[in-house]
C-alpha cells in the first residue's frame, strides 16, 4: 500500500519534526507535566498518520531522556486514525469514552504505578412503601427476571457524575411516574465480574414516596403497581433466593422501626470538593 | 496513499463478502446475540484494513435488515490498525483496558439505551485501633498531603475483582506491615470528578490489628505509628476541615460503643453469584 510513498513523507516529516524540535511537539501534541513525574498529550488538530507517527517518535526519544514516567496520550474519536500509530510506538489502552480514546505508555523499567481505570460499575434499587405498608414493584421488559412474573424493587444505575440519592430518585420517577425522596441507604452488596468484566455495587436505597398515581414507562417496564410488602416478601422467588430474602428481611425490620441504615449530609473536603457521606445517624 | 489500488481490493472485498454471505461475517467477525436484541463481535484473526472495513459494512447492512439494537465490536490491542475503519464505519469507543477496545453502533432510531461504562473508581480508608486507644496512621511519601507532617489513615484503591473488605486488609498490611481483620464499614463518601472525571466512592473501614509491629512500605509510605486516638483526632489538619472531622467523630463514636456500621456476609444472588452484602446486623 504504497509504502516507498509513505516512507519519502516519513523521512520529510522526521526532519522537520528534528528541524523544529521542541517546537513542533509543543504545538501539535501539547504535552503537560501531570504530579507524578508523567506527561500528558492530546492531539488538538488533524494530521496524516505518518506525519504523527513521526512526531510521536520524537516526542517519545526526548521523554525518555527526561527520564519521564507514565506518558498519556489523548485521542478524540475524529482522530481514530491516529490510534494505530501510537500503538505502534508502545502504547496500550487505559480508558475510553464515547469521544475519546486515552492510551498510556509506562518508561520506567520500575514496575508500573499508573492509576487503574475506574473499577465498578455502581447501581441502585430503591425500597418505596406507602402508608398502606404497600412496596412500589415493577416487572421489566427485558432482563434475567422476564417472563417469570417476579415483582421486583426499580432498579437502575448510577451515572457518572451523579450521586446515589439521585439516581435512585430519578429512576423511581422514569419507571413508575412517582416522587419520591431519598431517606437512607439501608444495605449494599458489592459483586465481581458483572458487565465487561467489571466489579458491580449495588445500593438498596429507601425513598418515602410524595405522590401515589403510577404512570409506566411503557419503553422498559411491563408492570408496576404498589404491592402489599407481605406478598412482595412472601413471593417464591424472594423467598428462594439467599440475597433476595435477606434484603426483604432488612425491609421488613425497617417498616417495623428496628433497622438503621446509612444517611446522608453534604460536606466539604479537605480539597473544597462538596461530597456526599452516608454515615448512622441514629446511634 | 494508493486509493485506486485500495478501491480494487475493496470491490473485491466486498464481491468474497456478497458471495459468502454470512459465512465469511459468521468466520471472521464471529458475531453472536446477546439478551438485549444486539450484536456482540469479536475480530479473532488478522487482517488488511480493506478488507476489514469491507466485511464491517456487510456485516452492518445485514443486521440493520435485522433490526438489530446496539452492535458491539470488540478488537483487541493488536488489531489497533482496524479501529479507525471501524470509527469511520459509525461506531464510537464504549471502554478500554490495556489490552482490548469496545466499540458500540446503536442502530435504532429511538433513545440509546446501550449500557454505560464503568463508572466509578472504588477507595478504602482503614480505621485501625489497638486495645490502648492507639491508631494506626501514615504519612505518604507523594500525593496532596505530602509534607504537610498530617496523620491520616491507610488508604488505597479496591483493584477491579476485589473485595472491599480484601482491600482494606491488604493495603494496612503493604502500607505498614500490619496483619488486621475486617470488622465493618462505618461509612462512605460519594464524590465525582476525581481521576479522569470518574465519580469515586471511598468507603471508611474498621479494621482489628491482629499484629502491633510496624514495617513501612519504604517505596510510598514516609512513616507510620500507632498514635493515641485523641491525638489523631485533634489534629488541626482534621478539625478544620468538615468531612474529615466528620469521620474522625464517627469513630470516637464507634470507639465508644455508640456507633453501629454496616458489617458484611457472603450471600448467592438469583443468579448463582456469591456476593456480599453489607448490612447494620446489630438493630
Known sequence: MGSEADEVVLSAEL??????????IMALLRPKEDMFGGVVMEVGEAMEPVAFAALLKAAMRRFRQQEKNGIWLKLALTFSSLVDAAVKEGFKYHHAEPDYLMLVCWLPSRPCTLPANASHRVGIGAFVMNNQREVLVVQEKLGPLRGLNVWKFPTGAVDEGEDIASAAVREVK????INAEFVEVLAFRQGHKYFFGK???FFICMLKPLSFDIKLQESEI???KWLPIMEFVNQPFVQKHEQDKLIADICLKKMEGQYSGLSSIRVKSSTDRI?????NERT
Open 15 to 24: 526532519s522537520v519534526v528534528e528541524e523544529n524540535g521542541a517546537e513542533a
Open 174 to 177: 422514569e419507571e413508575t411516574g
Open 199 to 201: 466489579s458491580d455495587l
Open 222 to 224: 411491563e408492570a408496576a
Open 275 to 279: 461530597n456526599t457521606l452516608f454515615f
